[in-house]
């Protein structure tokens, strides 16, 4: 077996600003710990967190990875101690604490899941994040079931896309808001029955004359504050709005709170990094039991929007802040 490098080169920053403070440079191979993997990295997802960091609102919880990316896709290259569920070699995807924008980064074991059948590195670098965000905040907090209406707000991001084709195939009606006609058309090819325009249309006057003025039972939402009054007009009895993100803003000029009790709303929100590692582990083992046999079999598959070699993580940031994309983009590592 090939002697693991000492070194390595991975993205840094020196201090929290626009794309280009990042830049590449050399630093040690991270070693595992117990319950940890090493992982020689060949694809890195990016997401938007790691854009709130990089500009200094969003800091590593203690312990983690001051690198940036949260999910990477490559070979298992050394084992902690007390691991058995993957052996040295073995290809694996996992939704990192911090270090993915790097060659080499270490994780739990029980944030690791295999690729799916015939998946490369880049197609399983796009998987880990936005599957355990969207498990976690509409199935599982949410308990959307199949029948049910889920509106999903910010539809052709890594997270709208991975909600509506996840939510479909388990037998959810999808309704999804974008910000275009491209978008809104990406939308419906992916499986939602009605796409919303919101910068021509009022999303709640389309989500209930869709559902014949019942409402969603279920709202995946990333904007925040200036959607909150809409969005709770916009669910059905006993409706449950997941809030994610606060990309329009936290702060909610005024809302009239009597519909959440009329309704028996339920209004609750989550992030993923500072859950523990045991409800990670629960996460993905929900994860390999429902979504990976479906990644299998070709029913949902990432959408890839672009990829850019590891030394370009600056455009991959300027393109992610831009929202131009539709889907996932992804750091190949050589």
Same mark, same amino acid.
């Given at each position: 077996?090939?002697?693991? +490098?000492?070194?390595?080169?991975?993205?840094?920053?020196?201090?929290?600003?626009?794309? *280009?403070?990042?830049?590449?440079?050399?630093?040690?191979?991270?070693?595992?710990?117990?319950?940890?993997?090493? $992982? /020689?990295?060949?694809?890195?997802?990016?997401?938007?967190? *790691?854009? #709130?960091?990089?500009?200094?609102?969003?800091? +590593? +919880?203690?312990?983690? =990875?001051?690198?940036?990316?949260? &999910?990477?896709?490559?070979?298992?290259?050394?084992?902690? =101690?007390?691991?058995?569920?993957?052996?040295?070699?073995?290809?694996?995807?996992?939704?990192?604490?911090?270090?993915?924008?790097?060659?080499?980064?270490?994780?739990?074991?029980?944030?690791?899941?295999? #690729?799916? =059948?015939?998946?490369?590195?880049?197609?399983?670098?796009?998987?880990?994040?936005?599957?355990?965000?969207?498990?976690?905040?509409?199935?599982?907090?949410?308990?959307?079931?199949?029948?049910?209406?889920?509106?999903?707000?910010?539809?052709?991001?890594?997270?709208?896309?991975?909600?509506?084709?996840?939510?479909?195939?388990?037998?959810?009606?999808?309704?999804?808001?974008?910000?275009?006609?491209?978008?809104?058309?990406?939308?419906?090819?992916?499986?939602?029955? /009605?796409? $919303?325009?919101?910068?021509?249309?009022?999303?709640?006057?389309?989500?209930?004359?869709?559902?014949?003025?019942?409402?969603?039972?279920?709202?995946? *939402?990333?904007?925040?504050?200036?959607? #909150?009054?809409?969005?709770?007009?916009?669910?059905?009895?006993?409706? !449950?709005?997941? $809030?994610?993100?606060?990309?329009?803003?936290? /702060?909610? &000029?005024?809302?009239?709170?009597?519909?959440?009790?009329?309704? !028996?709303?339920?209004?609750?929100?989550?992030?993923?990094?500072?859950?523990?590692?045991?409800?990670?582990?629960?996460?993905?083992?929900?994860?390999?039991?429902?979504?990976?046999?479906?990644?299998?079999?070709?029913?949902?598959?990432?959408?890839?929007?672009?990829?850019?070699?590891?030394?370009?993580?600056?455009?991959?940031?300027?393109?992610?802040?831009?929202? *131009?994309?539709?889907?996932? $983009?992804?750091?190949?590592?050589?």
């Amino acid at each position: 077996m090939t002697p693991l +490098p000492t070194s390595m080169r991975h993205i840094a920053f020196d201090a929290p600003g626009e794309p *280009d403070v990042m830049h590449v440079v050399e630093g040690p191979v991270p070693q595992p710990g117990r319950g940890e993997i090493l $992982i /020689r990295v060949r694809a890195a997802g990016v997401n938007r967190p *790691d854009v #709130f960091q990089r500009q200094g609102s969003y800091p +590593p +919880p203690p312990g983690a =990875s001051p690198i940036l990316g949260l &999910e990477v896709a490559g070979e298992v290259a050394a084992l902690g =101690s007390d691991v058995k569920d993957v052996a040295i070699g073995e290809k694996v995807t996992a939704l990192a604490n911090g270090g993915g924008y790097a060659e080499y980064a270490v994780v739990p074991v029980g944030q690791a899941l295999r #690729f799916p =059948s015939r998946y490369g590195a880049v197609e399983a670098a796009a998987l880990p994040e936005t599957f355990f965000t969207v498990w976690a905040n509409v199935f599982d907090m949410a308990g959307l079931k199949s029948g049910e209406t889920l509106l999903v707000h910010g539809g052709t991001s890594g997270i709208g896309t991975t909600a509506i084709q996840l939510a479909r195939a388990l037998g959810a009606r999808v309704l999804a808001t974008a910000g275009s006609a491209d978008k809104c058309a990406a939308c419906e090819r992916l499986g939602a029955v /009605r796409a $919303i325009n919101y910068r021509t249309e009022d999303f709640k006057a389309v989500a209930l004359e869709v559902t014949g003025g019942r409402g969603v039972d279920v709202i995946l *939402d990333m904007v925040g504050g200036p959607y #909150f009054e809409r969005n709770i007009g916009t669910l059905a009895r006993d409706g !449950r709005l997941s $809030i994610i993100a606060f990309l329009g803003g936290d /702060r909610v &000029e005024s809302a009239a709170l009597t519909p959440i009790m009329v309704k !028996r709303l339920r209004v609750f929100g989550s992030t993923m990094r500072p859950r523990t590692g045991d409800e990670k582990r629960a996460i993905r083992d929900q994860l390999a039991r429902t979504a990976w046999p479906l990644l299998s079999n070709g029913t949902i598959a990432p959408l890839i929007h672009a990829t850019f070699p590891l030394e370009q993580a600056t455009e991959a940031h300027r393109l992610m802040e831009s929202s *131009d994309h539709i889907g996932k $983009i992804v750091l190949t590592v050589g």
